[in-house]
């Protein structure tokens, strides 16, 4: 019997922190000026990012977008001025049956309905299923706060995961199936809009609102809103609900001069603009499974096949993890998690050197014919010297789930646990 397999590459983030200057988006104008005139759908091209002059979308104009290969977040970048007075938007979508809704742009899929049990949602938030018929209802996905639960017996709500500083930037996450064939829905999607200028909310709307499970299905979790420039203003609103059960989303809005007056939901967090882009990041990406090699771009999605190994193959098949900047000797753990049942993980420790490691694991597969997810994540010392209040900081935890993403924690010698975000923050002053 063929096993299918699906595989998303996992990044980990460490920041070093920069002295705050002029923003400037890094848009090379290379795509023009954005002036939209009717409903409008942009290709993303493979990194995601679109590099325009000016922005402007106008009152009763909606702007969605097609995903790329890799589902990449949407980077909108601009030279000059942004200004929205119509609609951006990447919702997640609601499912209408037993397949799942799509997550939005950047952000990841429901889980799928069963007659008996049914899929987690996709991503580090992640909806459980229904166990069975008895409790059927999917959990919500989670994100900023935990997706929802109809009762400890149903379906788990998804755990929270990311940063307020949307460091990396990360979509929302699906909601779990139910075991009444009924999909969740998908969770929001994630758009960074950055202006070297003033970004002008004219009662325009941004939203990655999460789709609704159907049924009992759970919901998407909100996704993640992200505007940078040096002048913030205007008015309208900027929203990352979840769907039902769903957890709320992350909105993020960072300039040297605010004076808008919109509405956001959920409530969002501020600061200094810093870098589009953090440089020299670590690396993590699953390169092979049993001796084939994964896509450059894995969809890490329940709907699409990466990776689709022979009848003949046999436990444990062995998989391939590559490495950059992270340290030789760091221990690599990869999950295995099936699209029906519970999930397992092993252990391995990279080797070769500091810009180029591996590691290999042997993990038993789940041999029934239906899709399964792999994943990775990493813990490792710091090799530098960092404090925190005086205090050394000692290792940096990065946990990354189901779909990929991350998120880093640091960790001083005590004990004590510091968020990426509060350690961006106090980089900056």
């Keep these: 019997m063929k096993k299918i397999f699906l595989l998303m590459s996992i990044t980990l983030l460490l920041f070093s922190g920069n002295v705050h200057a002029a923003f400037n988006s890094g848009s090379t104008g290379a795509l023009g000026a954005f ?28 702007v969605t977008f097609k995903k790329n290969a890799a589902n990449t977040p949407v980077y909108m970048l601009a030279t000059g001025n942004v200004t929205i007075s119509g609609t951006i938007n990447v919702d997640g979508q609601a499912s209408t049956s037993w397949p799942p809704g799509a997550g939005g742009t950047g952000g990841f899929d429901g889980g799928y ?10 991503g580090p938030g992640g909806g459980g299923g229904g166990p069975n018929t008895s409790y059927p209802y999917g959990g919500g996905g989670g994100f900023a706060t935990a997706g929802g639960s109809a009762g400890a017996s149903h379906g788990a709500g998804g755990s929270t995961y990311g940063n307020a500083s949307l460091i990396p930037l990360i979509g929302g996450s699906g909601g779990g199936g139910s075991a009444y064939s009924a999909g969740g829905g998908g969770g929001g999607g994630a758009i960074l809009i950055a202006s070297s200028g003033t970004i002008t909310l004219n009662n325009g709307t941004i939203t990655a609102n999460g789709g609704n499970g159907y049924n009992y299905g759970g919901g998407g979790s909100g996704g993640a809103v992200k505007l940078m420039a040096n002048t913030i203003t205007g008015n309208g609103s900027i929203n990352a609900k979840g769907g039902n059960y769903g957890g709320a989303g992350r909105i993020r809005i960072e300039a040297d001069i605010r004076t808008f007056s919109f509405t956001t939901n959920p409530s969002y967090s501020f600061g200094l603009p810093g870098s589009v882009f953090i440089s020299n990041m670590p690396t993590l990406k699953i390169t092979s499974i049993g001796g084939i090699n994964v896509p450059d771009n894995p969809k890490g999605s329940y709907s699409q096949i990466d990776v689709l190994l022979p009848s003949t193959t046999t436990n444990p098949v062995t998989v391939t993890v590559s490495a950059t900047n992270i340290p030789v000797g760091t221990t690599i753990t990869v999950s295995v998690s099936p699209q029906l049942g519970s999930s397992s993980k092993v252990t391995g420790a990279l080797s070769g050197s500091l810009s180029s490691s591996t590691a290999s694991v042997n993990i038993n597969i789940p041999t029934a014919n239906y899709f399964t997810l792999l994943t990775a994540q990493a813990t490792f010392t710091v090799q530098t010297a960092m404090y925190w209040e005086d205090e050394k900081i000692e290792k940096v935890r990065v946990a990354t789930k189901m779909g990929g993403g991350s998120e880093v924690t640091y960790i001083t010698e005590s004990g004590k646990e510091i968020p990426a975000e509060m350690m961006l923050a106090k980089a900056m002053k």
């Design 113 to 122: 309905g069963g007659t008996q049990a049914s899929g987690s949602g996709l």
């Design 35 to 62: 002036n939209p005139t009717a409903n409008t759908v942009v290709d993303l091209p493979a990194d995601g990012i679109l590099n325009y002059t000016t922005v402007n979308i106008p009152s009763g104009v909606t």
